[in-house]
Structures are given as C-alpha cells and as structure tokens.
C-alpha cells in the first residue's frame, strides 16, 4: 500500500479539482475515481466560507484535502499560502506549485526548493510539483519532502509521459514516492507510468475535460490499478533482435 | 534507514543462497532481456543456471561497457606504506601474529617509491597500509597525502576504517577514494576469519561506507574476498550493498573489485573454490546489473585471465603491482602481503592494451579544485 507521511492510500490516483463543467460533476467524477487524495488550488476557495462549493462537495470521509498553492510566484508567497491553509482547512499537508510564468504554469525549481526547505522546518508535509529534474528531486529529498511530484507533460497538456528518460531516472534514484503530475491526458498514460514505476498519478484535466468526466474518472481508476498489478507482477522483457556473437569472448576459458 | 546494516540485518545468509540456487534458466533468459535489472536479475545471473549463457552475457557486457566507457582503460598502481598491523586475519601475509620484518615507510622512502612509480607513468595511486592506528593511524595517513598530493592527480586509500570526521580530514587534503573490502557478508565466517583487533568488529565494517558518503567521498570501492565463503551469497550482499548506496549517497561514485584468495606466508586454503568461469560469470553480472560502476581488476588474476577480461567489462587494472612496503625502490626483496600472479612491466600490459584497442588512460582527475 502507498504511504506518504502518515497516511496510507489504496487508491494510486490522486485526482484535482479544476476545470469540471459544475460542482456537481466532480463530486461524481470524484466518487467515481475513488481517489483518496484531491487537490484544491487555495486560490479558488473561499476559506472563510465553511460553505465554500468546492469545499462542500468534496467533503467525504475516504477524501483527504491537499491544498495547492497554485497561483504564488515565489517562496515567499508559498509559504505564506501554505500557513493560511493550515489555519483555515486545518491540514499541514500542502502541494507546493511555484509558476511564476502565468501561460505555461512550469514551476521554478530554485523557489521551490528554497519554499520546501523553509515549510519542512515549520512541520508542513511538502509534495511539490516539479520538472521531471532527478538532482532536483534529491536535492529535495535531502530537505526532507515526503514525496515528489513531477511533470510527464505540460500542465494540462494532456500529452503524455514526455518526459520518461527522467521519470525513469528519477524512479531509479528516489527514497520517496514519485507521483506523475501533470500531462497525463489518457488512461494508457496512466498506466504507462504505473508500469515504470511510479507510485501514483495526478490526473485532473484530462478527466474534468473528457466529454464524459464520470466514466473517464472509472477509466483512470481501472488503468491505475492495472498499471500498478502489472508493474508488481513484473512485465515480460521485450524481445530485441538477437546480436550475432562476432568472436567469442570466452573460449579462453576452455 | 539509517546505514546499510539495517538494510542488511532483514536478509539472512542461508535464504539468499537457496534464493539464488533456485533461479531457473527462464530467470536467466529474462535476465538477458531485460534492459533495467534488479537484484532478482543479478542473482539469476551469477545462478548455476546461467551458466550456458555466459558467452552471451560476456558479449552484452562489453557492449554495456563500451557504450559507457568507450575503449578505455585506466591504470593506476598500489603503493604499500606499512606493512604493521594489530588484526589477526586468517589468510593476511600481515597478520598481527605472522612473524615478519615490519616496515613503515620514511618520507623518504615514500619519496623513492613515488619516483619509481611516476616513472612508469602512474598518475592515479592507491595507497594501503594494514592496521596500527598508534604507527599508521589518521595522522599518517594525513601527512602521506599532503605529502604526495601534488604527485598524483588521483589518490586512493585502502587502510582499517576510519570515522565520518577523519575521512573529512583526509579528504580536504586530497583524498579521492577509499577501498573497504567487507572480506566476508557472512557473520559467523567474518569472526572466524578476523577473531582478534579492531578489524574483529563486523557491523563497524560494514557501515564504513556509509560513514564515506556522509563525508561526500568522490568514491567508494566495495567488494568481497572470494574464497572465504560462497563467493554468490557474498556477491549478492556486494551488490545489496551498492544499490543501497547508490540510493543514498547519489553525489558518490563507486568501483566494484574482485580479489580471489592468493597464496602468502602462512597461508589460508580458499573453503569455497571460485573458478575462473566464475569469475567471469561475476564479472559480467555486475556489468549487466550496473551499466555506471567502475570493475577493477589488480595482479592477482593470471596473464591469460588478465589479457582477456579487458574486453568485458573491466574498466581499470594496476600493473607490476608490489605489495610489500618499499617493494619498488626501497627493499624489493622483503615478505609480500600475497603473491601477484601477473607480473608483466607496466610497459608490457600497457601494449597488451592497445593491441585489444583500448585507450591507456594514465589521468582522469585533478585533484586542486578543492
């Protein structure tokens, strides 16, 4: 089972709140991935309002509440964000996004790891959305993140595992969970990433935009979890075209 | 996890062996095909069951190893300091109780050594000494290097492990790597074969790596003695070993070594015989398992061996290697540890080299940017 911090998950699809056609969709779509993690862009909730629509639909007992900074431009501001969101929605879980450039949304590593230094001392868990940067990402490990999370495309790209050669690297090297953020637009990307090892899958545009968000939230929860069985399983090789032996390296032995 | 020995102490001895015996020829064939392996696939490898499949695992290993390292090989030279020494080790020509002329090396002697040494091209040293920590203890080793640091342009140590601060120590004043051979994963083996010095401390051994990449070494040298217990089990825990580290101390580089008991004064009869199709079957494995780490081989291996594995993976070799102190220069004819088995000149292996098409490389560090 995943653990990341404290908590277990059952579900490897963690799942985002954005870009649903109304409330009422998500909460559906939501229930119908049966992710145990969603995360909600602070930005967008008003956290006075115990009310809030987004708030109010995503309230069930199996949802865990990861607020996003989306929209801060610096450490400064992430961490000022990521205090707010403790206060209000009582969680010290945050997942830190650090854009300062407003149309691609790619994150700035330099902030971010400056941000997750700082929130890590004052007791947040940091899940932080990142290029597919493998020093990044130990260098992160190194301040004590509890997961990381990068990109396979650009945010809401829907293009796919893009960036794999790192991914897989990154897999290879890491002590924490590695959850795929970002750029994941099919069921098959999700899977793929699953069988290379990846411990989860963030997948918010590609079901909130699909013409029909409630039955691509099942789709994605049915390719997560075979990505999943079939990367503990572990795959049959792929069959390469077999190098004719040129000399024989090893008759010195006879 | 907070060293190896935690990752160490969930794996038992016995288990891991039968794991190993029981791998099948489908596990080796996967094992080929795969292009990322883990440590299933290696123990699949190094199995009785690949054994058919070793001229294709030696093809795949020098493909790893060309596409990697290119046709290159790098030549460095051991240098003994001291052959003084408080452990008993059962099969150590320098063993405490052994009754031996003891020598430490003078500056001056260090310095007639270096020369000799330089004068066959070296430029990457390894330094050894055995274990006396009030004769050859930190502050030696220390004034060795500050010493000859603007000799060698790279420098080894193997001596008796050292703590987290002294490493730190050595490695301001141009330390590169250090060469920690656990001799033996298996517990009970170890304190028979080590039942008396400091050396006799099994867990502070084999968490020493650890304590080098806490320091931020460049690299860190593993291994195991063959020949003391099954040379597979001991294979698997080496490779346990490194991946362990590779995950933790990702800044650090390491090097794989494959010594085989030697005959020396007093001698010790290997209890587990590992043959020569063995060693290559190791030899391949490790390359197939680790595109990256560095496979070195010393003298101890024959010429015929030493001519051919070359070719499959070994990416450095020393050459006309004394393993006595002063065995250079300064006292050619005093007790070696063990018995080099290839004695070529340096000049003879280096064209030995180049008639295989490798590169001698001589220099492949600088050690002033610190």
């Known amino acids: ?254 | 996890m907070s060293s190896f020995k935690d990752v160490f102490d969930t794996y038992n001895w016995d288990e891991t062996l039968q794991s190993i015996f029981s791998k099948t020829e489908n596990d080796v064939l996967r094992a080929l095909i795969n292009t990322k392996r883990d440590l299933e696939d290696f123990k699949a490898l190094i199995s009785p069951a690949a054994k058919p499949y070793l001229e294709e695992m030696a093809q795949l290993s020098r493909q790893l190893t060309k596409k990697r390292f290119g046709n290159t090989i790098q030549m460095y030279s051991p240098m003994y300091l001291s052959n003084e020494c408080q452990n008993i080790c059962t099969y150590c020509g320098f063993s405490m109780t052994n009754k031996i002329p003891r020598r430490t090396l003078t500056d001056a002697e260090i310095l007639k050594e270096v020369a000799y040494i330089k004068s066959k091209g070296y430029d990457h040293i390894l330094l050894v000494t055995g274990e006396a920590n009030k004769i050859v203890g930190v502050d030696y080793i220390n004034n060795v290097l500050k010493f000859i640091r603007s000799q060698f342009s790279n420098i080894t140590i193997e001596v008796q492990p050292l703590l987290q601060d002294e490493y730190e120590l050595l490695i301001e004043n141009g330390l590169y790597a250090v060469l920690v051979y656990q001799e033996t994963y298996h517990r009970e083996e170890y304190k028979k074969h080590h039942p008396k010095g400091k050396k006799s401390n099994f867990d502070f051994r084999l968490d020493t790596p650890d304590r080098l990449g806490k320091a931020g070494i460049h690299k860190i040298g593993l291994g195991a003695l063959f020949g003391l217990e099954d040379w597979r089990a001991d294979s698997f825990f080496t490779a346990l070993h490194l991946k362990y580290l590779q995950k933790t101390y990702w800044k650090t580089k390491y090097s794989i070594s494959f010594p085989r008991l030697r005959p020396h004064s007093g001698g010790l009869e290997p209890k587990v015989e590992m043959t020569d199709p063995d060693l290559v079957q190791l030899i391949c494995a490790f390359r197939l398992l680790d595109e990256d780490v560095e496979l070195s081989m010393s003298t101890r291996e024959s010429e015929v061996f030493r001519n051919n594995i070359v070719n499959l993976g070994i990416t450095s070799i020393s050459a006309e290697s004394k393993t006595n102190p002063g065995g250079y220069a300064v006292a050619p004819e005093s007790l070696e540890q063990f018995e080099i088995s290839d004695e070529r000149p340096t000049e003879v292996i280096t064209e030995m080299l180049k008639g295989n098409g490798l590169d001698v490389v001589w220099k492949d560090w600088t050690n002033n940017w610190e």
């Not at chain 1, 119908?32 to 007992?61: F, G, P, Y």
């Not at chain 1, 879980?93 to 700082?118: F, G, M, N, S």
């Not at chain 1, 290029?131 to 260098?139: E, S, T």
């Open chain 1, 1 to 254: 089972m995943l653990q990341i911090a404290d908590k277990k998950y059952t579900s490897r699809l963690f799942t985002g709140t954005g870009k649903f056609s109304s409330s009422q969709v998500m909460r559906e779509a939501l229930l119908a991935s049966e992710s145990e993690l969603v995360t909600v862009a602070l930005k967008r909730v008003d956290i006075e309002d115990t009310q809030d629509d987004i708030l109010h639909h995503i309230n069930h007992s199996h949802i865990n509440l990861l607020p996003n900074t989306s929209g801060v431009r610096n450490a400064k501001e992430a961490v000022f964000a990521a205090q707010l969101s403790r206060e209000a929605l009582e969680t010290n879980w945050v997942k830190l996004e650090i854009h300062p450039d407003p149309k691609y949304l790619l994150p700035d590593p330099i902030e971010t790891l400056k941000a997750t230094e700082e929130l890590v001392k004052l007791g947040f868990v940091v899940m932080p959305y990142i290029h597919a940067d493998p020093v990044l990402c130990k260098r992160l490990e190194e301040v004590g993140v509890q997961c990381v999370m990068p990109l396979g495309a650009p945010i809401g790209s829907n293009k796919g595992l893009k960036t794999q050669d790192f991914l897989e690297i990154i897999i290879d090297q890491s002590n924490v969970p590695v959850i795929v953020d970002a750029g994941i637009g099919a069921p098959s990307h999700a899977a793929y990433a699953m069988e290379l090892g990846a411990d989860a899958v963030l997948v918010n545009t590609a079901i909130a935009v699909s013409q029909n968000p409630v039955e691509m939230a099942k789709a994605f929860k049915m390719a997560v979890a075979a990505g999943r069985m079939a990367f503990e399983a572990k795959l049959a090789p792929v069959v390469h075209k077999k190098a004719a032996a040129s000399s024989p390296l090893t008759s010195f032995l006879n």
